[in-house]
């Protein structure tokens, strides 16, 4: 009857998986979103270390207008609150991007079995925190002032996008998610700060020179 067709079939099924798989058991499923406190402490700490990131960005991003403008009127207390502010954001992101990043490997120990594997994702936190490292040691060891420690957080904003939003866009990773909307305005955020960028060097140029020529002028 049926039963022999049946059982040949499954015998087939069960060789045709013995060949592929090359295995004697299923393995369990990843338990991706097991230990949910891991989880949501490490969603909650990495997303405002990238939010600290992005807001340092765009204050520089206002201090470069306004002194590249001269909207500031050369208001040395102005210039030097938006400086202290942007400091403090950068500590405040590299801070939090590196407790984040640590409880989300935690949490990776917890469901996939690794702290670390060089995922797409887990290098962009990686990122952050080494960009903002590097920030603020050059900041304490003189080699960039105002005008720099500003440029430079503005390009923490390029670094920050890339490591939140486009390495989702790779689709590679266990962080990928499947989804492709907002390319284009990532790559607007991309511009926007490169032309803000390009201009803060040029008006930090001209108040160099202005500097060096003002003792001649008096």
Known sequence: GIAPILGTALIVLARRYELGDAKDHMDPLVAVLDSNFWLTTHVITIT?????????????????????LGLDRGDKDLRRALTRMVYGMLCLTLFLSLVGTVLGGIWANYSWGRFWGWDPKENGALL??????????????????????HLASIF????????WWHVNFLGV???????TAGKNTIWAL?????????????????????????????
């Open 48 to 68: 405002l270390g990238y939010s600290a990131g992005l807001l340092s960005a765009f204050l520089s991003a206002g201090f470069v207008l306004l002194c590249g």
């Open 173 to 179: 990773g266990l962080h990928n998610y499947g989804f």
């Open 156 to 163: 923490t904003a390029i670094v920050v996008t890339f490591s």
């Open 190 to 218: 991309y511009a926007c700060m490169a032309v803000v960028m390009v201009f803060g060097f040029i008006a930090m140029a001209v108040e160099k020179e202005r500097r060096r020529l003002a003792p001649d002028a008096s």
């Open 128 to 149: 952050i925190v080494l960009w903002t490292l590097a920030i603020l040691h050059a900041r304490l060891g003189g080699h960039i002032r105002e005008w720099g420690i």
